[in-house]
């Protein structure tokens, strides 16, 4: 069965810092595109960040930029997000999400998600 | 970056109905527009890809249309388990963007 499974979502101050984690299984992670997609309580999708297959090509919302760092380790069919300097508005559920089509850029396959909670 | 423009916010609608939804994208897009499909407190799901293209799996009575800027999500005989939120996305450029969803709500 493929399926993604988030962690790494949990409590922060602002300013702090998070990793988020993102494992694979049931098809071969390293030749699919991925990303990161966030849903702030009580509202729509927001786009984060996107890695291409070999992590040679990334790209981040612009109100991540700066903050948030997407990786991955094929190896371990696994997806991270490293976000710095959290911010309140950074409260959402993050969801990984496998990239298909043009540019990877639509998503196909969902983790449950993990949810990210920023006090001030 | 690329606005896209959702309409109704809101459709309230009985099992039976034909409900659509309307996506405007703020520049023109080709044909690299999806559909998801979310129910509460779960992650979305893929309903319709390159505009028209039915995820497998997804029942028929789902069909998606348009070009360039313009494109229609319709569910042609809704059933119960399609009460949800529905969100576009437009997959042409980055950053890529969401319409801001579309709540089918049991009338």
């Known amino acids: 069965e493929v399926q993604l499974v988030e962690s790494g979502g949990g409590w922060v101050q602002t300013g702090g810092s998070l990793r988020l984690s993102c494992v694979a299984s049931?098809?071969?992670?390293?030749?699919?595109?991925m990303n990161w997609v966030r849903q702030a309580p009580g509202k729509g999708l927001e786009w984060v960040s996107y890695?291409?297959?070999?992590?040679?090509?990334?790209?981040?919302a612009d109100s991540v930029k700066g903050r948030f760092s997407i990786s991955r380790d094929n190896s371990r069919s696994s997806l991270y997000l490293q976000m710095n300097s959290l911010r309140v508005e950074d409260t959402a559920i993050y969801y990984c999400?496998?990239?298909?089509?043009f540019g990877g850029g639509t998503f196909d396959v969902w983790g449950p998600g993990t949810m990210v909670t920023v006090s001030p | 970056d690329i606005q896209m423009t959702q309409s109704p916010s809101y459709v309230s609608a009985s099992v039976g109905d034909s409900v659509t939804i309307t996506c405007r994208a703020s520049?023109?897009?080709?044909?690299?527009l999806a559909w998801y499909q979310q129910k509460p407190g779960k992650a979305p799901k893929l309903l319709i890809y390159?505009?028209?293209s039915l995820k497998f799996g997804v029942p028929s009575r789902f069909s998606g249309s348009g070009s360039g800027t313009d494109f229609t999500l319709t569910i042609s005989s809704l059933q119960a388990e399609d009460f949800a939120s529905y969100y576009c996305?437009?997959?042409?450029?980055?950053?890529?963007?969401f319409g801001g969803g579309t709540k089918v709500e049991v009338k």
């Open positions: 999400a496998r990239g298909v089509g």
């Open positions: 049931g098809f071969t992670f390293n030749t699919y595109e």
């Open positions: 890695i291409g297959s070999s992590a040679t090509s990334t790209s981040n």
């Open positions: 520049q023109a897009i080709g044909s690299r």
């Open positions: 390159t505009t028209s």
């Open positions: 996305q437009q997959s042409n450029t980055f950053p890529l963007t």
